[in-house]
């Protein structure tokens, strides 16, 4: 058992270097060398939270934040959106105690509707669909894709983690495999105003790196949806993959189980008090998983789409943070404390006590 | 007996070198006790506690992002983010910073540290490491992903994130929350602590910067190996004001609590070592008087204080 002064060194230890000579010029110092960084002195900005500095900080955000607050409120509130849900008015009124036997039936799934423009909306307007629970960021059926075989026409006969949607039943490759692809969208929209079609441009609706890089110029689809079970739209066997912006669009999984994505664009003002006439063509089953359909026609803004969340956030917190300046100026004023004072240790206010 | 001690401290010396061996610290000459003690006790005591509160913080609200997104998700074990930001969530973007707080932080220069010595009774009484504090950090994570999470998802929702009407996909919302995670947890250690050097700043603001070159370098990668975070921020977000916007709102959001408590904590229930703090900020017009006015004061709180440390002996020895 060792201890400090352990003076049992009876086997002389040479090394007492370092040793107590009579005090010479010669001993040398083993000091190690001076730097700032080893000392740990290395020159040091040390914020203290003062009240300045809280109320500062306070008055700062409020006074960045309200600005920002009213211009996104207000750009939100310049955006015109319409939004059509039609998935139960689109059934026929005898078939909507079973709504699902009638959309894989064969009858005719054409329907009309009728919207009507509440402001002025400048071009382009952009059309999407918007799904409701519909679990488009679900793992098994996000993974259920290939990669390779969507860009390189060498591999078309890679479609593991496709299945059940990989081959047909004879061995045949599917292309594009997949539960993604199987599940794509094939509702379709007409609009005609005073009897005038509207042209829905659908170039340029998908990324462009998922057009160039994702999506082959030389890979067609072949074996598609030619199962019993058939999950959506067909696709144009000789349009290659990276021109079907449908399928592209369809494609980059959504976020959130509410999801929009871009149908197409009208090139064309839309007038205040215009009737557009929809024909649509009710093909999506969404009945089967009390999913909700929606038709959306939108401007944007230099913000985005319509959302006023963002700006009544930014009002919020701005408006909560000039009450703190003031509550906290209030405060201050009003029982001003010397800094440092002692008296509140707590062992000063409850002496003897903890 | 230096084995059977918490820590035991060894002297090198004429008499050898035995002690040295078997303690678990070791100094050269006697009087550099009081500075390994009252000096670097209290700081190593505070940055050890420090750090692990913040590294649960750190992970709580990276990890409860997570949990919040699973729910619309169906619960299918789909994570919010691109796997390679996960991996590198804890090895890139958040790391260097708790690393030069647990390094380098200092609460109170060593010259005030060896002034005020009762300083050290913070650690003794383990004040900085009670069950409290802990909590608190740890609601401080869950109350930061909750606010990330629900702010974010709110702001970038289903409509167009950019003039030019695309719409969201999970990509572009994996990112947003993403970079709100890595911006809210390195500026809340920059709320923390109070000592910065050119160390701090730089491991602190250049992680932040260090999580957008990794999303263009790795982003720029074929699709075959950046999967969904192909072009994602030069293509997709950094045009966006929308995401740049949310970011700063976010930010903001989760650190406002905390700034709020801190505000209060410091007027109304300061502790010891923001005393010293403030007392060095006051200056040195006050220093001499206060020297004299402070080391009055000191004898009757010491007295008082180590009544109370005998009163607590006693009892522990009954």
């Known amino acids: ?352 006590g903890h | 007996m230096l084995q059977e001690a918490d820590i035991g401290v060894g002297i090198s010396g004429v008499e050898g070198m035995q002690a040295v061996m078997s303690s678990d610290y070791a100094i050269a000459q006697f009087r550099f006790l009081e500075r390994l003690l009252l000096v670097h006790g209290h700081w190593c005591y505070r940055r050890i506690s420090m750090m692990i509160c913040y590294f649960f913080y750190k992970n709580l609200t990276f990890g409860f992002t997570l949990f919040w997104y699973e729910a619309y998700a169906s619960f299918s074990g789909r994570p919010a983010y691109n796997d390679w930001y996960m991996s ?44 409290p504090r802990i909590l608190g950090w740890m609601s401080n994570g869950v109350l930061s992903a909750i606010i990330i999470f629900f702010f974010t998802t709110n702001s970038i929702f289903n409509q167009a994130f950019r003039k030019d009407g695309h719409a969201v996909d999970y990509e572009v919302l994996g990112v947003a929350m993403y970079s709100s995670v890595v911006w809210a947890v390195n500026c809340q250690m920059a709320l923390s602590i109070n000592y910065f050097t050119w160390i701090q700043h730089f491991f602190i603001w250049g992680s932040i910067a260090l999580w957008y070159i990794f999303l263009v370098v790795y982003g720029s990668l074929p699709p075959t190996f950046s999967t969904t975070a192909y072009k994602v921020l030069v293509e997709a977000c950094a045009p966006s004001i929308l995401y740049w916007l949310t970011t700063l709102l976010v930010v903001v959001s989760t650190l406002l609590p905390y700034f709020l408590y801190r505000a209060f904590q410091t007027r109304f229930r300061p502790m010891y070592h923001d005393l010293i703090q403030r007392q060095r900020l006051e200056g040195s017009e006050t220093e001499i008087s206060s020297q004299t006015e402070v080391s009055s004061e000191l004898p009757a709180q010491v007295e008082i204080k180590m009544q109370h440390l005998k009163a607590n002996l006693r009892q522990r020895n009954q």
């Open chain 2, 88 to 131: 590198c969530y804890n090895v890139f973007f958040t790391s260097l910073p708790v690393i030069a707080l647990g390094v380098f932080d200092q609460d109170v220069s060593a010259r005030l540290c060896l002034k005020y010595p009762l300083l050290y009774q913070e650690g003794v009484q383990n004040i900085l490491f009670s069950w």
């Open chain 1, 1 to 352: 058992m060792m201890n400090s002064n352990a003076a049992s060194s009876s086997t002389a230890n040479p090394d007492a270097a370092g040793s107590p000579d009579p005090p010479a010029p010669r001993r040398s110092s083993k000091r190690p060398k001076y730097s700032k960084f080893t000392q740990q002195e290395l020159p040091a900005c040390k914020p203290i939270l003062t009240p300045k500095w809280v109320i500062l900080t306070f008055l700062v955000v409020g006074i960045a934040f309200v600005p920002i607050g009213i211009t996104s409120l207000l750009a939100s509130r310049d955006v015109v959106e319409i939004v059509d849900r039609y998935e139960t008015d689109c059934i026929p009124v005898a078939n909507r105690t079973d709504k699902v036997a009638f959309i894989q039936s064969n009858a005719s799934k054409t329907c009309t509707r009728q919207i009507t423009v509440t402001k002025h909306m400048k071009r382009p307007v952009y059309v999407y669909y918007q799904l409701d629970n519909f679990y488009q960021n679900h793992r098994r059926y996000v993974k259920s894709r290939n990669d390779e075989q969507l860009k390189k026409r060498s591999k078309t006969s890679e479609t593991s983690q496709c299945e059940p949607e990989d081959t047909t039943p004879d061995g045949k490759p599917i292309v594009p495999c997949g539960l993604i692809a199987w599940s794509l969208f094939n509702d379709t929209y007409t609009f005609s105003r005073n009897k005038r079609q509207l042209t829905v441009n659908k170039n340029g609706i998908a990324w462009k790196s998922d057009r160039d890089h994702k999506f082959g110029k030389e890979v067609f689809p072949s074996n598609f949806q030619n199962g019993t079970l058939i999950g959506g739209a067909h696709l144009d066997e000789s349009i290659p993959l990276s021109k079907q912006e449908d399928l592209i669009v369809w494609m980059r999984t959504a976020a959130l189980p509410t999801f929009r994505k871009l149908y197409g664009k009208i090139e064309v003002d839309l007038e205040e008090n215009d009737i557009i006439d929809v024909i649509l063509e009710n093909n999506y089953n969404t009945y089967s998983f009390s999913g909700k359909k929606k038709l959306v026609l939108s401007t944007t803004s230099w913000l985005g789409g319509k959302n006023d969340f963002l700006g009544i956030a930014y009002l919020t917190v701005g408006g909560l943070c000039f009450f703190l300046a003031l509550s906290f100026t209030i405060v201050y004023l009003v029982k001003p404390r010397r800094l440092g004072d002692p008296s509140y240790l707590s062992w000063n206010r409850n002496p003897g």
